[in-house]
């Protein structure tokens, strides 16, 4: 039995794989479609996803604070 659920777990794994190398890609089709429907209903919403979908979103969860200390003793950071 945990051969099988070990199984699941690896296969569901590989499967959501392509969905994370186009998270920037389904970010800008929500916020897209989102936006296409506050302003033109449902027809707005088609043509947001797309256009958001070609324009591609914001990479939200690729950055990341990195910080240094520099000769003078002052900290600094900056997001890459």
């Known amino acids: 039995m945990r051969s099988i659920l070990k199984t699941g777990v690896?296969?569901?794994a590989l499967a959501a794989m392509p969905l994370v190398?186009?998270?920037?890609?389904?970010?800008?089709?929500?916020?897209?479609a989102g936006t296409g429907a506050v302003i033109a209903g449902p027809?707005?919403?088609?043509?947001?996803?797309?256009?958001?979908?070609?324009?591609?979103?914001?990479?939200?969860?690729?950055?990341?604070?990195h910080c240094w200390t520099n000769n003078s003793g002052y900290r600094h950071c900056a997001w890459r």
């Open 43 to 65: 027809p707005g919403a088609v043509v947001g996803g797309v256009v958001g979908g070609v324009v591609g979103g914001p990479d939200v969860g690729r950055r990341h604070r």
């Open 10 to 12: 690896l296969a569901l």
């Open 21 to 32: 190398a186009l998270a920037g890609t389904l970010e800008g089709v929500a916020i897209g």
